[in-house]
């Protein structure tokens, strides 16, 4: 997934879906105004793990590679009240919904 993820960054498309054998993930270049101020941001619009790879770190693995990359990270349409309580114990700002968390 690094690769795919790699990849996506240093081509000129805005988003795109990237897939291995265990996780399927849409991915976008985006921006959005984080502390009143417009920022470019890294955004996981949504992601599925494969159900023999959950809970075993993949997902974490996956979101601390993409915070090493140095752009605010944008983690939208949280359907899963563990995950949003996970991002929060790990620095991320949630909206009033717990619908969407962001790291800068």
Request: proline share 2%; net charge neutral.
């Amino acid at each position: 997934m690094k690769e795919l993820i790699d990849s996506f960054m240093s081509s000129k498309l805005r988003n795109a879906w990237l897939q291995t054998d265990s996780v399927n993930m849409y991915v976008r270049k985006g921006v959005h105004i984080i502390d009143g101020q417009l920022t470019n941001t890294f955004d996981l619009a949504s992601i599925t793990i494969a159900e023999n790879k959950r809970g075993c770190g993949l997902f974490k693995e996956i979101i601390l590679y993409i915070e090493s990359l140095g752009l605010p990270v944008y983690v939208e349409s949280i359907l899963n009240p563990k995950l949003a309580d996970m991002l929060e114990r790990h620095g991320y700002s949630l909206d009033a919904d717990r619908f969407n968390a962001w790291k800068v």
